[in-house]
C-alpha cells in the first residue's frame, strides 16, 4: 500500500490566529480541540487537513511549497476581495486581459498562495 498526505503542514508564529484565517478563507473549522495560545491547530478539508505549527523563527524567503484555491460558488475576483478582507494581502497580480491568470496574495503571516480562476471561469474560456 502507498502512503498518502495526511496533512500539510505550515510553520508560523501563531498557530491558533493563522489557521483561524485560512479556515474562513476555505469555509472549514479549527479542531475542536484547538485553543488560542496552543502550539498548534488544525484546519479539516476533504481529503486531510492544514495542520500549523507554532515556530520561533519568522519567515525569511519565499515559499517552496505554496497553495492554489479555487473558488466554488464565486468568480476568481469576487473571492480575491472576499479573501483580502479577511486579512490576505495583494503580492503579485497575474490576471490578463482575456480573464485568464491568476493572483497571488499573501497570508496574515506573509506565505503567499493563489487565487485561480473558478470553474465556471475555466469553462466558459475554454480552459
Not at 479549527?30 to 519567515?59: H, M, R, T, Y
Request: hydrophobic letters at 35%; aromatic letters at 6%; a negative charge.
Amino acid at each position: 500500500m502507498s502512503s498518502l498526505v495526511r496533512h500539510i503542514t505550515i510553520d508560523c508564529s501563531d498557530a491558533y490566529a493563522l489557521a483561524g484565517f485560512w479556515a474562513q478563507v476555505l469555509d472549514s473549522q479549527l479542531s475542536d480541540d484547538d485553543n488560542p495560545g496552543d502550539p498548534e491547530a488544525l484546519v479539516e478539508i476533504p481529503g486531510g487537513g492544514l495542520l500549523f505549527i507554532q515556530v520561533p523563527d519568522k519567515k525569511t524567503v519565499k515559499n517552496r511549497v505554496h497553495l492554489d484555491v479555487q473558488p466554488q460558488d464565486r468568480t476568481r475576483d469576487a473571492e480575491v476581495e472576499r479573501v483580502i478582507a479577511l486579512g490576505a494581502t495583494l503580492f503579485d497580480d497575474q490576471r490578463r486581459p482575456d480573464g485568464t491568470g491568476w493572483v497571488v496574495l499573501q497570508d496574515p503571516e506573509g506565505n503567499e498562495f493563489c487565487v485561480e480562476r473558478s470553474q465556471a471561469e475555466r469553462d466558459a474560456t475554454g480552459g
